[in-house]
């Protein structure tokens, strides 16, 4: 019994130090029309890596964050559960341009958050980092998964 406790423990333990692994990460910009925002991003493309998100972070760097890919456009439902930080979400078409923003979603909250459209991305970054920089709906992200970036 004590070795069957043992294993239990040592499995949860490996499994939680994965769910803190950082993911696969690039550059993402984005242009407001008026000045270019530079970030690095986590990419999260499977239904594990989606599901998790930024759940259990207790910070971000000011200029990270995390590209949602769902592949085909589909409506994105987000919601904040066990998610420790407020966060900035770009809802965001296939050709990169921003179709919503959810601003300061609230850490824990079950509340769920969709622009009620089909969406090929969500970008979270911190929250108020949207209202700091000037981002808004219409701004363009640049990132090899909307294939507008210029080599």
């Known amino acids: 019994m004590t070795r069957l406790i043992a294993t239990f423990f040592a499995a949860a333990f490996f499994l939680g130090q994965?769910?803190?692994?950082q993911l696969e990460?690039?550059?993402l910009v984005i242009d407001t029309?008026?000045?270019v925002h530079r970030f690095t991003v986590e990419l999260a493309d499977d239904a594990d890596e989606i599901r998790t998100g930024l759940m259990n972070r207790a910070e971000m760097a000011p200029?990270?964050?995390?590209?949602?890919?769902?592949?085909?456009?589909?409506?994105?439902?987000?919601?904040?559960?066990n998610t420790l930080i407020?966060?900035?979400?770009?809802?965001?078409?296939?050709?990169?341009?921003?179709?919503a923003i959810a601003r300061n979603a609230v850490p824990?909250?079950?509340?769920?958050?969709?622009?009620?459209?089909?969406v090929k991305a969500v970008?979270?970054?911190?929250?108020?980092?949207?209202?700091?920089?000037?981002?808004?709906?219409g701004d363009i992200v640049q990132h090899a998964l909307f294939g507008n970036v210029s080599e």
Request: some cysteine.
């Open 86 to 99: 407020p966060l900035d979400m770009l809802f965001v078409a296939p050709d990169g341009k921003v179709i």
């Open 123 to 137: 970008l979270e970054l911190n929250g108020g980092r949207c209202a700091a920089l000037g981002i808004e709906p």
């Open 18 to 21: 994965g769910a803190f692994a």
């Open 33 to 35: 029309g008026d000045s």
């Open 63 to 81: 200029n990270a964050g995390m590209l949602f890919d769902f592949g085909q456009p589909r409506e994105a439902s987000m919601w904040m559960k």
């Open 25 to 27: 990460t690039s550059p």
């Open 108 to 118: 824990g909250s079950l509340r769920t958050i969709s622009p009620g459209v089909p």
